[in-house]
């Protein structure tokens, strides 16, 4: 893969001023950055109130209009509807139809991407059960609590699978183990090779998920790099151990006292930090079985940690299998042991649908044996999904 195709997102100058009415400006928002990120990378953008992160990403997803500089999100002007299917954003307010359900949501959303009914419905269950949703997906989004929109929100944002993830503030309103659930998550789409972007306040998440970060100030980009790098105190050494005896720890330290005379040596035990204090009693009061009326913990979407294409390949080819003997005599009283599938044949037949149009280029099938294998497999798995 080149450069340019591994690059997910490339700025040059990027620039945003907001002006008033008579075209005077009013607030230099992006002022003039630089950044490339490429495919599979989890990016922070930190930054003060103001500092220009939310209008960044919305010049990245075409819904504001640089005022100047280069911006390129796969390949593409931000504005190209072609890129918009792999694109996935959850804006820094949930903005949703307070009158649909959960359910209704994610189904709308669902087919704004054309996506057949049967994998909507496939995918709003295991969306709903992954952000603890499952047992209220009927009630009315605009009866929710901030955190349960903030859930929904982010289910939206995930409904078709995208390449490039945007989360603006993604944890604001969510209780601990929410935020903690978005953060497995962000790192199960980075396994999977789908690039993030999230612009969060809470450094403490970015510090456990994002392998980059961007510090912003007054719409410039201060600091960039990555994460380990920047954090790495390089002028000090820390050594970690079991628990050491006294004894051990007096020899130490006159070693230590002697490398270094000028002080500074010290020992303590570490600490754990709040949130694994907190998920450590959440967990217990789980495995205890202890009632709750609040949100649950659910799983990530099979679809979204690709654990399912493996499993439902298998199963198509089962069921194509199944289809293909010959219906037996009217007279025979016992049907024939089910054949063994050829599972060379059958593979090719469901070769798994390219994912975007550049792998559609790649994997060159002629569109008239696509219809057919189409069509072929519509009728052995039983017809219309629609
Ligand atoms: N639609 C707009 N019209 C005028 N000014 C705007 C608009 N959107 C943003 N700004 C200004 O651009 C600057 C950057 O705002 P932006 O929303 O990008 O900040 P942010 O880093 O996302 O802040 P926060 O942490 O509060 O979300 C601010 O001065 C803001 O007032
Ligand atoms: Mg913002």
Request: proline share 6%.
């Amino acid at each position: 893969m080149s450069d340019s195709e591994q690059n997910v997102v490339e700025a040059v100058g990027l620039k945003k001023v907001f002006c008033d009415f008579w075209r005077r400006p009013k607030a230099i928002a992006v002022d003039d950055i630089d950044f490339t990120i490429r495919q599979g990378e989890v990016i922070g953008l930190l930054g003060p109130n103001g500092s220009g992160k939310s209008t960044t990403v919305k010049m990245l997803l075409g819904l504001l209009r640089p005022s100047g500089g280069n911006l390129k999100v796969f390949n593409r002007d931000p504005a190209d509807v072609r890129i918009k299917s792999r694109i996935g954003y959850l804006p820094e307010e949930t903005y949703l139809y307070k009158y649909l359900t959960a359910t209704e949501t994610l189904d709308f959303f669902g087919a704004l991407f054309n996506m057949p009914s049967k994998e909507r419905q496939r995918r709003t269950t295991q969306l709903l059960d992954m952000v603890g949703l499952n047992s209220v997906g009927e009630r009315p989004v605009g009866e929710f609590s901030k955190g349960m929109a903030r859930r929904v929100g982010l289910a939206q944002a995930l409904i078709n699978d995208p390449d490039l993830v945007v989360l603006d503030e993604p944890t604001s309103g969510l209780d601990p183990i929410g935020c903690n659930e978005v953060k497995k998550l962000i790192r199960v789409l980075a396994e999977r090779g789908k690039t993030v972007i999230l612009c969060s306040h809470l450094l403490a998440d970015v510090e456990d998920v994002c392998d980059n970060i961007y510090v912003m100030y007054g719409g410039k980009i201060r600091v960039s790099g990555e994460l380990d790098n920047l954090l790495t105190v390089e002028d000090k050494t820390r050594i970690v151990a079991p628990k050491l005896s006294e004894e051990v720890i007096g020899r130490v330290m006159e070693i230590l006292n002697e490398a270094t005379p000028g002080g500074g040596v010290s020992v303590d035990h570490p600490t754990m930090n709040l949130e694994t204090f907190f998920m450590d009693v959440v967990r217990k009061a789980r495995d205890e079985s202890a009632a709750t009326s609040g949100a649950t913990t659910g799983e990530i979407a099979s679809y979204l940690s690709g654990e399912d294409k493996e499993q439902r390949s298998k199963q198509m080819l089962e069921n194509l299998a199944r289809v293909e003997p010959e219906e037996p005599a009217e007279s025979t009283p016992a049907p024939p042991p089910e054949p063994e599938p050829d599972h060379d044949k059958l593979a090719g037949l469901v070769k798994p649908e390219p994912e975007s149009a550049a792998d559609e280029e790649a994997a060159k099938i002629s569109q008239e044996e696509r219809d057919q294998r189409n069509k072929q497999l519509e009728r052995l798995l039983g017809g219309d999904d629609q």
